[in-house]
Nanobody
Framework: QVQVKESGGGLVQAGGSLRLSCAASGNILRINDMGWYRQSPGKQRELVAVITSGGSTNYADSVNGRFTISRDYAKNTVYLQMNSLKPEDTAIYYC????????????WGQGTQVTVSS
């Protein structure tokens, strides 16, 4: 079994910052990609940022230059530093970890709400 748990969401004013964390635990041999996705009401879940096992990163155009993804490989944890937040960043943010272990595949967390007020 693999568990993925996000934390760090909340309410912030436009222009502010938040830092999200996501930890994976359980039957893990190694983790390949770890990424952040978000979903707002009436919209499909979209990729925000992803970081590979080798440290390469990729960002959605809408957050490039404002958000930074990083990873602690020893702790199976990924972070998302969000700066210059905008109301349109309001969404539930989900973490995904592609795990190689007893069960290999992508595992999702429950999500954490981020609300940016104008």
């Amino acid at each position: 079994q693999v568990q993925v748990k996000e934390s760090g969401g909340g309410l912030v004013q436009a222009g502010g910052s938040l830092r999200l964390s996501c930890a994976a635990s359980g039957n893990i041999l190694r983790i390949n990609d770890m990424g952040w996705y978000r979903q707002s009401p009436g919209k499909q879940r979209e990729l925000v940022a992803v970081i590979t096992s080798g440290g390469s990163t990729n960002y959605a155009d809408s957050v490039n230059g404002r958000f930074t993804i990083s990873r602690d490989y020893a702790k199976n944890t990924v972070y998302l530093q969000m700066n210059s937040l905008k109301p349109e960043d309001t969404a539930i943010y989900y973490c995904n970890a592609f795990v190689v272990g007893g069960t290999t595949g992508g595992f999702w967390g429950q999500g954490t709400q981020v609300t940016v007020s104008s």
